[in-house]
């Protein structure tokens, strides 16, 4: 996987998002359908939904009613944005299928998928960080102190891109095992999260 090329999609979902500006804009994939490609984008778009309504909730004027809204929103995000991971350790398991792992291989913390959705929500908060530097009505205190927070996150970026790019090669090269651990998110399922389970009967 190119990594410079899975930032790149993640910038033009982040840019699409953005032309409206609004968690009720339709998504327009522009790669192939279920195409790798098509996934990072719509992974990312779901992501820029979350973030959104992640700032919407926190109106300190916002009524219980929009608070239900939106916290039912972002569950269903949360969701869709787990299932969107698991597609992409699909396409990993059937990348690595032919890999025989070393005796002494090790295992990791967390799958492919799960290291990419982490700089799917990095390359989120570049975005968001440098609308913040560019503002206008900043003070320099603001300024220098926003410019920094842009350039931890950039060198973060460059980190963990190098960190995912070698985790693949480790497993290519039969060092590290790839396991995926399917989620299990019981809040949403009827029948085992208690308070739904009890309002179904």
């Not at 996987?1 to 998504?27: C, G, R, V, W």
């Not at 790669?31 to 959104?52: A, N």
């Not at 968001?128 to 350039?151: I, N, P």
Request: charged content about 25%; proline content about 3%.
């Amino acid at each position: 996987m190119n990594l410079i090329q899975t930032f790149d999609i993640f910038q033009k979902a982040i840019a699409d998002y953005h032309i409206l500006n609004s968690i009720e804009a339709p998504i327009q994939n522009p790669f192939p359908s279920k195409s790798i490609e098509s996934l990072l984008y719509e992974k990312c778009w779901i992501d820029s939904m979350q973030w959104h309504c992640e700032d919407e909730v926190r109106h300190p004027k916002i009524d219980a009613e929009r608070i239900r809204f939106f916290k039912n929103r972002i569950d269903s995000l949360n969701q869709l944005r787990t299932n969107l991971v698991e597609q992409l350790d699909d396409y990993f398991l059937a990348l690595f299928e032919h890999i025989q792992y070393q005796s002494d291989a090790k295992l990791n913390t967390e799958s492919p998928a799960w290291a990419i959705d982490r700089l799917s929500i990095l390359a989120l908060k570049i975005y968001h960080m440098r609308e913040e530097v560019e503002r206008t009505d900043l003070s320099l205190e603001q300024f220098q102190a926003y410019q920094q927070k842009l350039e931890l996150l950039l060198t973060q970026k460059l980190d963990l891109m190098e960190a995912i790019q070698q985790f693949l090669k480790s497993i290519e090269q039969g060092k590290t095992l790839f396991k995926v651990y399917r989620q299990v998110k019981m809040y949403n399922d009827a029948d085992l999260n208690p308070v739904l389970r009890a309002i179904k009967s």
